[in-house]
């Protein structure tokens, strides 16, 4: 079964960077977007940050706008998303997913089609 591979999590202070990788062993990233999304306990999942093919277009919820940036290096197959002025809300696990071909920048869980199993990310003093 294809899975995408999260790292770069960990324990950091509020105020601090983080970087997260998303690898995908044996299959291609290249022609699809790819999105972020976390969850924190006893919360829904909600999309952060996702990225087109090309990486030409991006999107940031509002709540990490300014702070988080997303990019990708084809060449590497790989997605990474940027995180700094780390808030204790932004506790969570992260995920990141492959957009199926179909959408350009898929929005909606059902657009993407291969997730990883994510990565915690806790912020605290």
């Known amino acids: 079964q294809l899975q995408l591979v999260e790292s770069g999590g960990g324990l950091v202070q509020p105020g601090g960077p983080l970087r997260l990788s998303c690898a995908a062993p044996g299959f291609t990233l290249r022609d699809h977007a790819i999105g972020w999304s976390r969850q924190a306990p006893g919360k829904e999942r909600e999309g952060v940050s996702r990225i087109d093919r090309s990486g030409g277009i991006t999107y940031h919820v509002d709540s990490v706008k300014g702070r988080f940036t997303i990019s990708r290096d084809n060449a590497k197959n790989t997605v990474y998303l940027q995180m700094n002025s780390l808030k204790p809300e932004d506790t969570a696990v992260y995920y990141c997913?492959?957009?199926?071909?179909?959408?350009?920048?898929?929005?909606?869980?059902?657009?993407?089609?291969?997730w990883g199993q994510g990565t915690q990310v806790t912020v605290s003093s």
């Open positions: 997913a492959r957009g199926n071909s179909w959408y350009s920048l898929p929005t909606r869980p059902a657009e993407y089609d291969i």
